[in-house]
């Protein structure tokens, strides 16, 4: 088993930046790729950022250049810069034991709680 715990989430004006935090806890041994979604009201989850069990990061186009996925042993980091009312919505981190799962939330077998962002115009 595999825990998630994000944090970091908040409210913030147009143009400001959030980093997002995902504690990583359990059977971590294994390599997991780990991701981050999110969840505005009435829409589907999508993909934001991915990172494969060797480094490979993809980005959905909605956030290129504006946020940036990283992580250490036991910590997933997403900053977000340059945010728009449109990325407000309920983050998620995800982790799979497989070697890669990209931005399909379909793939991932372990989610966080979630924590809320907010972007105000």
């Known amino acids: 088993q595999v825990q998630l715990v994000e944090s970091g989430g908040g409210s913030v004006a147009a143009g400001g930046s959030l980093t997002l935090s995902c504690a990583v806890s359990?059977?971590?041994?294994?390599?997991?790729?780990r991701g981050w979604f999110r969840q505005a009201p009435g829409k589907e989850r999508e993909g934001v950022a991915a990172?494969?069990?060797?480094?490979v990061i993809s980005y959905a186009d909605s956030v290129k250049g504006r946020f940036t996925i990283s992580k250490d042993k036991n910590t997933l980091y997403l900053r977000m810069n340059s945010l728009k009312p449109d990325d407000t919505a309920m983050y998620y981190c995800a982790a799979d034991p497989r070697w890669a799962a990209g931005l399909w939330p379909d793939l991932y077998k372990y989610w966080g709680q979630g924590t809320q962002v907010t972007v105000s115009s």
């Open positions: 990172i494969d069990s060797d480094g």
């Open positions: 359990g059977d971590t041994y294994n390599n997991l790729c």
